[in-house]
């Protein structure tokens, strides 16, 4: 593999561990807390899941880089700035209704992207993804499960959740961004077309919100974008300091 | 003589899966692979999930049951792919799994692509009169159940 496809699927493997591993981090924040002593094992269930496939896919990013960072190295020593997940999925968890919002319009993206990623021309990440996305699949349905409950549940859900939608709607617009590496692994057969993600995105979600009798957000509002790059909203680094914390105080700690 | 092949997966199926003490990690699918070099053994396993926590301590038990049967180079490699599937459950195996009380999973080649669940089996009374309570049990690779009929609640391990 040359220079320039080895550096961008680095980046496209952070981009896929960080993704999972700041959505797992939040997620875990609710072990203790869940609405429901059901809600709160499954939250944390995805949570664990979330976390393993960050893992794997950290874990194949330190050995495509081949300069001796481990899957740790790179969760717990890199800055915010270093961190290439969407901004979607480090907003803070909010309340129940929020907390699924947000875990659907990114099950719906995560579910198609690796159903498509474990075709991909690279073994190793095809086979991460193939394990992945069955557990995905068990995600999605709890999230979807959950948009039509709250959805078309009491006036109150209904009202909560509608306005997760509206306020989440703004980081959705960034995830289907192509950039070079997205461009660059796409020839090679590495990575995926993520116009046609996005048309299943679409679809699924607004099928789901009209089941729901949500109103889908408008599409032109203003879209944050930035994240793959670096740029973060103010909530990463909050959240990264909490997870990193223990490691960087006792680099060497093990229990 | 050298050790088979045969006689290392032998020694395996002493060594538990950690979180469903009734079945060996040979008979769980994690083991894949026993690779043999002069005086050193490679185990090949692959996870049940991408976050079972209970892979350390299986590669620790692995590397230590082993050891105890003389083995001094014992090291485990982890594979991803083919991905785990409870299709490699068997027979067998499903039936300790409704033994121990954990209804098991159907076969994942014949869900549908939303993954539907199908219709699950109480394993104390066999009754299908059975609702689901949660789709995320005590692991990863359990869902919560309730029996209507003998009203007790149970654990699925889950097609997957």
């Known amino acids: 593999m040359d220079d320039d496809s080895r550096h961008a699927l680095f980046e496209y493997l952070l981009r896929l561990g960080d993704d999972r591993l700041v959505l797992g981090h939040r997620l875990s924040e609710w072990c203790g807390h869940g609405p429901i002593l059901e809600e709160d094992i499954a939250l944390t269930n995805i949570a664990l899941d979330c976390i393993g496939q ?20 790179l969760a717990y020593f890199r800055e915010a700035i270093e961190f290439k997940n969407l901004m979607l999925v480090e907003q803070p968890n909010g309340d129940f209704a929020y907390t699924i919002a947000r875990q659907f319009l990114f099950d719906v993206f995560s579910f198609h992207l690796l159903e498509e990623l474990q075709h ?15 557990e995905d699949r068990y995600h999605l349905r709890h999230s979807r499960e959950w948009v039509l409950r709250l959805g078309d549940g009491t006036d109150e ?3 909560r959740i509608q306005s997760a939608f509206n306020d989440l ?13 997205d461009d660059l692994l796409f ?5 995926v077309d993520l116009k046609s993600i996005e048309s299943k995105w679409s679809e699924n979600v607004s099928e789901a919100l009209t089941e729901a009798t949500l109103a889908v957000p408008d599409a032109e509002q203003y879209m944050a974008s930035g994240s793959r790059q670096g740029i973060h909203t103010e909530y990463l680094g909050h959240m990264l300091t909490e997870m990193q914390i223990l490691t960087r105080s006792f680099p060497e700690a093990k229990w | 003589m050298p050790p088979t092949k045969e006689e290392i997966f032998q020694f ?50 692995i590397v230590s049951a082993l050891q105890k049967k003389g083995f001094e180079n014992v ?21 300790k799994l409704k033994e121990y009380g954990i209804a098991p999973p159907g076969r994942a080649s014949e869900q549908d692509s939303s993954g539907t669940l199908r219709e699950i089996i109480c394993p104390f009374c066999d009754s299908n009169k059975t609702e689901l309570r949660s789709e995320f049990g005590s692991t990863a690779c359990k869902s919560l159940h309730y029996c209507n009929n003998c009203q007790q609640p149970f654990e699925h391990f889950k097609c997957i």
Not at chain 2, 75 to 95: A, G, I, N, Q, Y
Request: proline letters at 4%; a negative charge.
């Open chain 1, 54 to 73: 960050a893992n794997n896919f950290l874990q194949l990013a330190g050995s495509v880089e081949n300069k001796g960072r481990t899957a740790d190295d």
């Open chain 1, 120 to 134: 991909s021309s690279h073994q190793e990440l095809a086979g991460i993804a193939a394990k992945a996305v069955k």
């Open chain 1, 157 to 159: 859900s209904h009202q």
């Open chain 1, 169 to 181: 709607w703004m980081y959705t617009g960034e995830i289907f961004q192509a950039d070079k590496v």
């Open chain 1, 187 to 191: 020839e090679k057969g590495i990575s």
């Open chain 2, 12 to 61: 395996l199926t002493e060594v538990n899966d950690p979180e469903i003490p009734v079945l060996s990690i040979v008979e769980m699918g994690i083991v894949r692979e026993v690779e043999l070099q002069d005086d050193s053994v490679r185990v090949v396993i692959t996870p049940t999930y991408s976050g079972c926590p209970a892979m350390k301590v299986i590669e620790e038990e």
């Open chain 2, 75 to 95: 090291t485990t490699r982890t594979v991803f792919s083919p991905s785990w599937t409870t299709d490699w459950l068997s027979e067998e195996t499903k039936l």
